[in-house]
């Protein structure tokens, strides 16, 4: 789950790479590590992967994402090493096809949703943000349809600017995603950190696509914190995994 980018190597089409080092934000357990690889063209974000290392180093997941039929709803492939697999393919202006498969399970489950208005799914919701961020700083909040993939379903959520912070010492601004009904109430909101400078997602903490081993079921609430140099607890990323 990640903001586009938008650096000087971004808009002169180059590769982007980045780290997040997820913990359990309640505990503080570091959990695993995300090797975020991006490609953007004219400031557009294209296409991208992530890897996710656990805390001995080895590859728990793969994501691959293509955002060329569609700037905020990608078509993309989640596999976890548990064999548990997700995602959304045959994304036209009309609609998209999210498809799962859960761990131990042979056949795909599918559903297809319309695409109307202002939609995201997966790491494009953060491309609709930045493309809104200005409004949001200013008090705005933003709705929009969100695709679950893992839910083969669509939800109507909000976002607003509910705080300031700083982050790595400089200035941050706090933001939460909630659903937009009655939903929110049982539903889990996201808080995310973005820089007011440049755009760029600081923090993520909320729902894991990632699982726990120990359950089998995405983590509840991590705190995912996109750091400028790894911190210790990380050191079991393999070297090369880092340019």
């Known amino acids: 789950m990640l903001a586009s980018l938008?650096?000087?190597a971004a808009m002169a089409g180059d590769d982007v790479v980045f780290y997040g080092y997820a913990f359990d934000n309640e505990s503080g357990e570091y959990?695993?590590?995300e090797k975020h690889s991006q490609?953007?063209?004219?400031?557009?974000?294209?296409?991208?992967?992530?890897?996710?290392?656990?805390?001995?180093?080895?590859?728990?997941?793969?994501?691959?994402?293509?955002?060329?039929?569609?700037?905020?709803i990608p078509e993309f492939r989640l596999e976890l090493a548990s064999g548990y697999v997700e995602g959304i393919r045959d994304?036209?202006?009309?609609?998209?096809?999210?498809?799962?498969?859960p761990a131990g399970q042979e056949?795909?489950?599918?559903?297809?949703v319309d695409i109307e208005g202002r939609m995201a799914a997966d790491s494009g919701f953060h491309s609709l943000i930045y493309d809104n961020l200005d409004d949001i700083l200013d008090g705005s909040t933003e709705k929009f349809r969100f695709a679950v993939a893992g839910n083969l379903d669509d939800y109507s959520f909000r976002v607003?600017?509910?705080?300031?912070?700083?982050?790595?010492?400089?200035?941050?601004?706090?933001?939460?995603v909630e659903a937009a009904t009655?939903?929110?109430?049982?539903?889990?909101?996201?808080?995310?950190?973005?820089?007011?400078a440049d755009g760029r997602l600081l923090e993520y903490r909320g729902l894991s696509n990632v699982h726990d081993p120990a359950t089998g079921k995405p983590y509840e609430n991590v705190r995912i914190s996109y750091y400028s140099t790894p911190p210790e607890?990380?050191?079991?990323?393999p070297e090369a995994a880092y340019p």
Do not use: C, H, Q
Request: charged share 25%; glycine share 8%.
């Open 6 to 8: 938008v650096s000087g």
């Open 31 to 33: 959990l695993y590590t």
């Open 39 to 72: 490609v953007f063209e004219n400031g557009r974000w294209l296409r991208g992967s992530i890897v996710y290392y656990d805390t001995s180093g080895a590859v728990v997941g793969r994501k691959s994402m293509d955002f060329s039929k569609n700037p905020y």
């Open 91 to 101: 994304v036209t202006d009309e609609e998209a096809t999210l498809f799962r498969v």
């Open 107 to 112: 056949s795909e489950e599918t559903a297809t």
């Open 160 to 176: 607003r600017k509910v705080g300031e912070t700083t982050f790595e010492g400089d200035p941050a601004a706090v933001l939460k």
């Open 182 to 196: 009655l939903l929110r109430l049982i539903a889990p909101s996201l808080e995310l950190i973005y820089s007011p």
């Open 233 to 237: 607890d990380a050191e079991g990323v």
